[in-house]
């Protein structure tokens, strides 16, 4: 009886993530409490690390449940880039270049990624790992200090990097993988003709 309780432990943490972000909108949108939002952003990134940490020491690590944890964090992220922007334009209009740049790199991985592979890539790079987070970071010091400054400049340029070390890999691969660490990896999968 525990076991198969167990083993719905890590899509439950996923889903308490996606289910996050629109409690992150509410609270933008109804009660802008900063203790409620760094609770959020804390529930949000212990959940990212348990739940892909106990999926892979159950063995249940599958390729669905992988591509879940993905759009997970972008649902929770959007989210909390929504409330941002709702309480605190003017601070993130400070970094309006970067954003555009790696909003355009994001929405650019999608679609090439849904063209070559018909379905969104789920590498889990190490890049994104780091990605993830700073913008725990990033998000924090909008959200739960009411400022901004290196915690959300550095998110930024680690989207950037990431997105591009991604693109990278989705050029590299022939077919669709998940779990690739970085474009190395990709390569070596490339050459032995995975």
């Not at 992988?66 to 759009?71: A, E, F, I």
């Not at 909390?80 to 922007?85: C, G, K, R, S, V």
């Amino acid at each position: 009886m525990f076991r198969p309780t167990l083993l719905r432990l890590p899509i439950a943490l996923t889903l308490l993530r996606a289910a996050l972000g629109p409690v992150v909108i509410v609270l933008a949108m109804v009660w802008p409490n900063r203790a409620a939002f760094g609770a959020c952003l804390v529930a949000a990134l212990v959940s990212d690390y348990f739940d892909g940490v106990i999926a892979r020491r159950l063995g249940i690590a599958t390729p669905n449940l992988r591509r879940l944890d993905s759009v997970a964090d972008s649902v929770f992220y959007v989210s909390a880039l929504f409330a941002a922007w709702y309480l605190h334009a003017e601070l993130i209009l400070a970094y309006k270049a970067g954003l555009f740049i790696l909003i355009a790199l994001e929405i650019g991985r999608y679609v090439f990624d849904y063209w070559k592979f018909g379905k969104e890539a789920s590498y889990h790079m190490w890049s994104s790992k780091f990605w993830g987070l700073a913008l725990f970071f990033g998000f924090f010091s909008v959200l739960a200090l009411g400022e901004g400054g290196w915690p959300v400049a550095l998110a930024i340029f680690a989207g950037v990097m990431a997105d591009l070390e991604g693109l990278s890999i989705s050029l590299l691969l022939r077919s669709w993988k998940n779990d690739v660490p970085t474009v190395f990896h990709a390569w070596q999968l490339r050459r032995s003709g995975a």
